[in-house]
């Protein structure tokens, strides 16, 4: 091959590099030209559906086209991410994911119809939403230590209200019970307040739900926290992580935006990046702050990242409780 040539090609490589570059580029820019459509895996007026609505809100006025919120709620989810499974690659259907939905209905489920391996494509995370552990006041127990000595004491008879079977919550509270050794009783109830009613009337000794929930109770003195479940503190709650007296403990909720596989790499980039504004901004850090939930900003790359390692997480979890899915 000749100087000559080698040139040549190399001119014609670095030219379709350009062309393919510009037209990645062109194809971020001309998105979106009709709404998009937002699955969100459960009901209207619940929390997470507070939050995708927050951040539809504000994705709607950055592309200038509606952001149309599509709740799928029931089966742990399952109708939800289906859809979102089976939506074309286009860039106009993603969907708002909370952390269960994504890591523990694929694993609990015989038969989730989606497989987040193949199937989803993460894009960005909204924020990350810890859970705390309380205990009736009058109980005397004041921290998590005190929770494993008092239930070593009474082996097989320390009741642990979890809010809704195979939930993050009740996988929380598996994981304190096996980390202290606690072999604590699971009671499992159908909602979240159905299980902080438990507590409070003495029928368990524990229950985890996520931390706006359990304020009210705990500021009224009838509840005590023990834990909270990220690994570090939260601001303006004075309540350790159940890491400091267990290592290596997180249990932590999330939303994150997620789109089919096979969504085109430019616009997902454009979506992450405009939620990252967002979810950066004063207004919407104080709206989410309120409701438990810690924004969070990171790359495409990251996002995919942190659902795996979540995923790995929750793997190991169930795997190790020996939860079979029905």
Do not use: C
Not at 94 to 122: E, H, R, S, W, Y
Not at 199 to 206: E, F, I, P, Q, S
């Amino acid at each position: 091959m000749t100087p000559h040539s080698r040139r040549h090609i190399l001119h014609a490589a670095l030219l379709l590099l350009a062309l393919g570059g510009t037209a990645t580029h062109a194809l971020a820019q001309a998105w979106p030209n009709k709404p998009v459509r937002m699955i969100v895996p459960v009901g209207p007026g619940s929390a997470p559906d507070v939050i995708a609505r927050i951040v539809g809100e504000k994705l709607a006025a950055a592309w200038g086209q509606g952001v149309v919120v599509d709740n799928r709620p029931g089966a742990g989810g399952i109708p939800g991410m289906s859809a979102l499974a089976r939506s074309a690659p286009d860039g106009y259907t993603i969907g708002f994911v909370p952390a269960a939905m994504g890591t523990i209905t694929p694993l609990v489920f015989k038969n989730p119809q989606f497989n987040p391996d193949t199937d989803l494509a993460p894009v960005a995370t909204v924020g990350i939403s810890p859970l705390m552990l309380v205990v009736p006041t009058a109980s005397g127990i004041q921290s998590m230590a005190d929770l494993a000595r008092h239930a070593k004491a009474h082996p097989g008879k320390v009741n642990f209200a979890a809010p809704q079977l195979n939930s993050l919550p009740h996988m929380a509270g598996e994981m304190a019970s096996k980390a202290g050794g606690m072999g604590l009783f699971t009671v499992p109830y159908r909602t979240p307040p159905e299980a902080v009613a438990a507590v409070l009337a003495g029928d368990a000794l524990l229950t985890v739900d996520g931390v706006p929930s359990l304020l009210e109770h705990v500021k009224s003195g009838r509840l005590r926290a023990i834990g909270v479940t990220s690994a570090h503190r939260l601001p303006g709650i004075d309540v350790p992580p159940v890491a400091d007296t267990y290592p290596g403990y997180e249990a932590i909720g999330w939303f994150q935006i997620i789109a089919p596989a096979g969504t085109p790499a430019a616009i997902v980039e454009r979506i992450n990046a405009d939620v990252n504004r967002i979810t950066a901004s004063p207004e919407v850090t104080t709206r989410m702050s309120d409701m438990g939930v810690y924004p969070r900003q990171d790359s495409v790359a990251s996002a995919r990242t942190f659902f795996v390692q979540q995923q790995g997480a929750m793997k190991r979890l169930v795997n190790e409780l020996g939860v079979q899915p029905q």
